[in-house]
Nanobody, 113 residues
Framework: VQLQESGPGLVKPSQTLSLTCTVS??????????WSWIRQAPGKGLEWMGV???????YYSPSLKSRTSISRDTSKNQFSLQLNSVTPEDTAVYYC??????WSRGTQVIVSS
């Protein structure tokens, strides 16, 4: 399975960050598979943001739940992240992850005016 994220690398404060992860050689509807978004801000550790399961169930980090939405497009074998009302503290490298072992390369998102 390969994962490739896409989306803008620069977002203005108060706007919505939107990223899409395209999955190859695997199906996002496979039962018991989990598809997560994880980020790493400069100088900080990894932060789990949320997950969507193979059946479409979602769970979010309590600290981000009010601003985060994860959805999927099964016709395109993609899942997406939306993070609302971003601030410079949301500047990070964002990863999409299958389970715990398969990671995308990561995409840097900078929040700045």
């Amino acid at each position: 399975v390969q994962l490739q994220e896409s989306g803008p690398g620069l977002v203005k404060p108060s706007q919505t960050l939107s990223l899409t992860c395209t999955v190859s050689n695997g199906s996002i509807t496979t039962p018991y598979y989990t598809w997560s978004w994880i980020r790493q801000a400069p100088g900080k550790g990894l932060e789990w943001m949320g997950v969507i399961g193979g059946r479409g169930t979602t769970y979010y980090s309590p600290s981000l739940k009010s601003r985060t939405s994860i959805s999927r497009d099964t016709s395109k074998n993609q899942f997406s992240l939306q993070l609302n009302s971003v601030t410079p503290e949301d500047t990070a490298v964002y990863y999409c992850v299958l389970g715990t072992g398969t990671w995308s390369r990561g995409t840097q998102v900078i929040v700045s005016s």
